[in-house]
Structure formats: C-alpha cells, structure tokens
C-alpha cells in the first residue's frame, strides 16, 4: 500500500519559516509529479505547489509564489516545501499527493492527484 507521510509542520510566528517534507514509500517515486495542498478550517483544498517527476519545472500558486519552493530527491523518494516569509493566511493542513505522469508535467488541481497523505499542521501567530 503506498503511503505519503508529511513531517515538518508546526506553531511559527508570522514572517518565520518552515520546511515540510513528504517521505513516499511503496511506489516508484521517479514516475510520479508531486504536489502539496493546504486546507484551511470552513475552506476547500487548495492547490500550494507541484513538481514535475524530473523536479524540472515547478508551478505555484499566486499566494505562495515567491515565498515558497517545492523540490524533490529521487534517490530518497522525498519531496519538500520550504516556507519563508509565512502569515496568518498560511494557517492550514497541508497535504503533499502523488500523481503519475506519463509526461514531464504537473497538474494543480487536486482530482489529478491518485494518492495523498494524511497532513501535517502548519499554524502560524501574528
């Protein structure tokens, strides 16, 4: 059974920041884009970050853009979000998921993605 498994969340002052990490087990990790969602209380899930299975291309949302960086290592079939600058707004549970691409490409929206993990807290005090 495949399992994502997100560690790195926490209780951070605003403008601190944090890394997330997303360890993949029981599935070739090479062949699959990944991506990390967030979901507020009361909000849907949203897209935050995707990296395609090379860690070629990176996509953002326009909240995070500039202030966060997905990446991956292959060889230890992990990928990671590192969140700098954060604000209230970042409060959320975060989500990495797998999607398998035939392509080198990444998806934002989250019906794409087959497998997710069970999340990790990020909260964030002004």
């Known amino acids: 059974q495949v399992q994502l498994v997100e560690s790195g969340g926490g209780l951070v002052q605003a403008g601190g920041s944090l890394r997330l990490s997303c360890a993949a087990s029981r599935l070739i990790f090479s062949i699959y884009a990944m991506g990390w969602f967030r979901q507020a209380p009361g909000k849907a899930r949203e897209f935050v970050a995707a990296i395609t299975k090379s860690g070629g291309g990176t996509y953002y949302s326009d909240r995070v853009k500039g202030r966060f960086t997905i990446s991956r290592d292959n060889a230890k079939n992990t990928v990671y979000l590192q969140m700098n600058s954060l604000n209230a707004e970042d409060t959320a549970v975060y989500y990495c998921?797998?999607?398998?691409?035939?392509?080198?490409?990444?998806?934002?929206?989250?019906?794409?993605?087959?497998?997710w993990g069970q999340g990790t807290q990020v909260t964030v005090s002004s």
């Open positions: 998921a797998a999607d398998r691409r035939y392509s080198d490409s990444a998806n934002t929206e989250t019906a794409t993605y087959e497998y």
